[in-house]
Each structure stands twice: as structure tokens, then as C-alpha cells.
């Protein structure tokens, strides 16, 4: 999927999350997404950034995976694991309230948008 064919929610969330990763406290993550951005492309780049936003905001472990590895049907890899179910739920959660899956911050942005309810 090219970002012309991206929602306007995913680049939303993408823009966000590659802001909040050049301009974030760690330098090294900053310095590599700045370089997938000359080696890889905006898009690219954009959602190594969401990722690792979201797993720093979830406080995932090496083995977990974000939301964002996922898609509405589920696992693309086709794993099944134990530890998937929480972020398939929560993947869940954030598109029933129109956030994108690249959402730099999933439990704070779902948090908002029940507040608004």
C-alpha cells in the first residue's frame, strides 16, 4: 500500500508517530528512523516509528507483539500465539473508535475517545 492509498487516520498517526520518534529522547532510534527515511521512504520509516511507539508506550517484551502487526482479520502470519490475543483486543478496540492501527499510543488515544463519548 503506497501512502496515497493510505487513510487519512493512518497518516495522521504516522506523522505523529515519526515526529514523536525523531524528535524523542532517544537518539539512536531517532538516527535510524532518519535513515530508513533516505533508505526506505516516508511510509516506511513512518511505520517502523509507530511501531516502536507502540511498544514503548504498551511496555511490551521482546516476545509481544503492538497492535500495529496486525490487521483487522487478524494475524498475517498466521501464529495463533497465546501472548497475540491482547493486541488483537486491543487493535479491535481501536478501530471501533476510528483510530488508525499505526496510533503511536493506542491505550491513551482509546482512553480519549471513550472520554468523549
Not at 9 to 24: F, P, S, Y
Not at 86 to 95: E, F, G, N, Y
Not at 101 to 111: C, F, L, N, Q, R
Request: aromatic letters at 6%; glycine letters at 4%; one cysteine or more.
Amino acid at each position: 500500500m503506497n501512502r496515497t492509498q493510505l487513510a487519512d487516520n493512518d497518516v495522521e498517526a504516522l506523522t505523529r508517530a515519526l515526529q514523536m520518534t525523531l524528535e524523542g529522547s532517544d537518539r539512536d532510534e531517532a538516527e535510524r528512523i532518519e535513515q530508513a527515511l533516505i533508505d526506505d521512504g516516508w511510509q516506511s520509516a513512518a511505520e517502523s516509528a509507530a511501531h516502536s511507539q507502540q511498544y514503548a508506550a504498551l511496555g511490551l517484551s521482546p516476545w509481544e507483539r503492538p497492535p500495529c502487526e496486525f490487521t483487522e482479520s487478524g494475524d498475517p502470519y498466521r501464529q495463533h500465539r497465546e501472548c497475540d490475543l491482547a493486541p488483537l483486543k486491543l487493535l479491535k478496540r481501536m478501530l471501533s473508535h476510528g483510530l488508525s492501527k499505526w496510533e503511536p499510543s493506542p491505550i491513551t488515544a482509546v482512553a480519549a475517545k471513550q472520554k468523549r463519548k
